[in-house]
């Protein structure tokens, strides 16, 4: 069984960056495909970014060239750099993970692939 603990969520002004952790526990963390996901208050759970066989990075349309998801084995934690902020990337943020499978497609942010997921970390963005 796979544990997530997401960390580092808060409030921050348009412009702004902030770091989410995720801790994951309970299985070699270097044979996770992960993923953060987001929701929004009224909205669905959208995908933000993946990570698939530890280097091939994928990212929703609306957080290229401001996140960054990156992996570190050595702390078993994924994180994600959030920088130039919107209002409009409040919302809930959750880690997700799977296990990998040899030869499977990477399920990048298809929130159906994923089996384990954290309990989200809360940011806000004030205009």
């Known amino acids: 069984q796979v544990q997530l603990v997401e960390s580092g969520g808060g409030t921050v002004q348009t412009g702004g960056s902030l770091r989410l952790s995720c801790e994951a526990s309970?299985?070699?963390?270097?044979?996770?495909?992960m993923a953060w996901f987001r929701q929004a208050p009224g909205s669905a759970r959208e995908g933000v970014a993946s990570?698939?066989?530890?280097?091939?990075?994928n990212y929703a349309d609306s957080v290229k060239d401001r996140f960054t998801i990156s992996k570190d084995a050595s702390k078993s934690t994924l994180y994600l750099d959030l920088n130039n902020l919107k209002p409009e990337d409040t919302g809930i943020y959750y880690c997700?993970?799977?296990?990998?499978?040899?030869?499977?497609?990477?399920?990048?942010?298809?929130?159906?692939?994923?089996?384990?997921w954290g309990q989200g970390t809360q940011v806000t963005v004030s205009s």
């Open positions: 997700a993970a799977v296990q990998k499978i040899v030869g499977a497609v990477c399920p990048k942010e298809d929130g159906d692939k994923y089996i384990y």
């Open positions: 309970g299985y070699p963390f270097y044979n996770l495909n």
């Open positions: 990570i698939c066989l530890n280097v091939r990075t």
